[in-house]
């Protein structure tokens, strides 16, 4: 499965921007899908995830309560919903996709995923 991320761009401390993640073509198979962030000189972060149908989201303490992950599975397409947008937000954000789901689990290592996407860049300036 290829995944494309797409919108980020520049935005103000304060500010919102939402990305989406979707397959490169359409898939019949069921992914549950993650975001995932890296900032210059800094290790791969998790971010969100999200269940297969929607019923189940988990989010990095740091992004807690600002983003919002969620899943339109008739459009095949996984969002991130990022608002008060701060500096330290500033990375290349990444989704990622895997095909199990352990309840126990809350997939939140890069190396759970088996699928990713190329990443989308977000600045946010002060």
């Known amino acids: 499965v290829q995944l494309q991320a797409s919108g980020g761009g520049l935005v103000q401390a304060g500010g919102s921007l939402r990305l989406s993640c979707a397959p490169s073509?359409?898939?019949?198979?069921?992914?549950?899908t993650g975001w995932f962030r890296q900032a210059p000189g800094k290790e791969r972060e998790f971010v969100a995830v999200?269940?297969?149908?929607?019923?189940?989201?988990y989010y990095a303490d740091s992004v807690k309560g600002r983003f919002t992950i969620s899943r339109d599975n008739a459009k095949n397409t996984v969002y991130l919903q990022m608002n008060s947008l701060t500096p330290d937000d500033t990375a290349v954000y990444y989704c990622?996709?895997?095909?199990?789901?352990?309840?126990?689990?809350?997939?939140?290592?890069?190396?759970?995923?088996?699928?990713w996407g190329q990443g989308t860049l977000v600045t946010v300036s002060s």
């Open positions: 073509t359409r898939t019949s198979s069921y992914y549950h």
């Open positions: 999200v269940t297969w149908t929607g019923s189940s989201t």
């Open positions: 990622a996709t895997r095909r199990s789901w352990d309840s126990s689990s809350r997939y939140k290592q890069a190396a759970e995923y088996e699928y």
